[in-house]
C-alpha cells in the first residue's frame, strides 16, 4: 500500500482512499481493453502489470480489514491448526459446505452457531480461499482442499447445505447439488445461478422450502443466509445418506474389475490399485 500510494493506513476509513484509487485504475485498464486500442505492446504489458500491482494491493487492503474486522490471528506463534482433508469432516453432523473467496458470510455463520448453542452440532466446512479465511475465525472449521477437490467433494454428498460466495465456485453447482440432495444458498450477487433472490422473503418460508421442496436459493443478507442454513442443514441431516458404499455394495463393484491394469497406469502415485480391488472383492477390507 505505501510503495504504490504513499499512504500509511492508520484506520479503517484510510483503507476506503486505497480502494477507491484501486477501483478507479481498474475502471481505466478495463476501458483501455475496448477494441485493442493500445497499439503499443510495450505499453498494453504495462497495463497487464498495472493490472497485477492493483490486484496486490486490493490484497493487502482486504487482508487489514479482515485482521481489523474480524480479529483473525496474525504472525503468532500459537495460531491454531486446523484439520484438512475431506476425510477430516465429521459427516455424522449436519455439513454447511463454504465455497469461495470471502469470509464474510462464513465469520457470520460461525458466530450464528456460538450465538445458539450450536457450534458443537453443526460441522462446517470450506473449500478453497473462504475455507482458510473460517479457520482464521474458527480452528474447528475444516479444509476440505482446494478448487480442484470441488467437484469430487460435492459429489460425495457429504454436505447438506452449500454456501457460495464468488470466484472459486463451480457454475454447475447447483446441478451437481441437485444430485445428492444438498441445498445451496448462493450468498453473493456475483453469482446467483438464476435462482429466485429470497433475501426479502422471512426466514421459516425459506427454510420450509428449500426442506421440503429441496429448493436452492440466492440470499444476499448474510444474517439471514447463515441462520437459513443452520436450520436446513439440521432439518435435512438426519435423512440424508452420507455413505458412499455398503461394504457388500462394495464387493459387488469390485467383482466387476477385470485386472486390466490401467488404474495402476494412469496413477500417478503407482498405487497397487489392482491388487486393493482384488482384496475388496474378496471382502476383505
Ligand atoms: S479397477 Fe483398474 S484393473 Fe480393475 S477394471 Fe478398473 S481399471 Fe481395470
Known amino acids: 500500500i505505501r510503495t504504490v500510494t504513499g499512504l500509511k493506513p492508520e484506520t479503517l476509513g484510510d483503507l476506503k482512499t486505497v480502494i477507491e484509487y484501486v477501483y478507479k485504475e481498474i475502471t481505466h485498464l478495463l476501458d483501455s481493453t475496448n477494441s485493442g486500442q493500445e497499439g503499443s505492446y510495450l505499453d498494453y504489458e504495462s497495463k497487464a502489470l498495472h493490472a497485477g500491482m492493483l490486484d496486490h494491493v486490493a490484497m493487502e487492503v482486504a487482508d487489514i480489514a479482515q485482521i481489523v474486522g474480524f480479529n483473525f490471528p496474525t504472525s503468532v506463534a500459537d495460531t491454531p491448526l486446523v484439520d484438512m482433508g475431506w476425510n477430516s469432516v465429521d459427516k455424522s453432523k449436519p455439513v454447511i459446505l463454504l465455497v469461495g473467496h470471502n469470509p464474510a458470510t462464513s465469520c457470520t455463520l460461525i458466530d450464528y452457531l456460538r450465538e445458539n448453542g450450536l457450534y458443537d452440532k453443526v460441522e462446517v466446512a470450506g473449500i478453497c480461499c473462504t475455507a482458510l479465511e473460517t479457520t482464521r475465525y474458527s480452528d474447528r472449521a475444516k479444509i476440505v482442499g482446494p478448487l480442484s477437490r470441488q467437484l469430487f467433494f460435492i459429489r460425495t454428498g457429504i454436505a447438506d447445505v452449500i454456501l457460495t460466495d464468488e470466484q472459486c465456485i463451480r457454475t454447475d453447482m447447483p446441478i451437481e447439488a441437485d444430485k445428492v440432495g444438498s441445498r445451496v ?101
Do not use: S
Not at 422473503?201 to 427454510?207: M, R
Not at 439440521?234 to 463393484?253: F, G, N, S, V, Y
Open 185 to 285: 444458498i448462493a450468498c453473493v450477487d456475483k453469482v446467483m445461478y438464476g435462482l429466485d433472490d429470497a433475501t426479502d422473503w422471512g426466514t421459516e418460508e425459506i427454510v420450509k422450502q428449500m426442506v421440503e421442496e429441496k429448493k436452492h436459493f440466492a440470499i444476499l443478507d448474510t444474517h439471514k443466509a447463515a441462520e437459513v442454513a443452520a436450520k436446513v442443514a439440521l432439518a435435512i441431516a438426519p435423512q440424508r445418506r452420507k455413505e458412499w458404499l455398503t461394504e457388500e455394495e462394495a464387493t459387488e463393484l469390485a467383482k466387476k474389475c477385470t485386472h486390466c491394469g490401467m488404474c495402476e497406469r494412469v496413477c500417478p502415485n503407482l498405487f497397487a490399485i489392482n491388487e486393493g480391488i482384488g482384496e475388496v472383492a474378496k471382502g476383505n477390507f
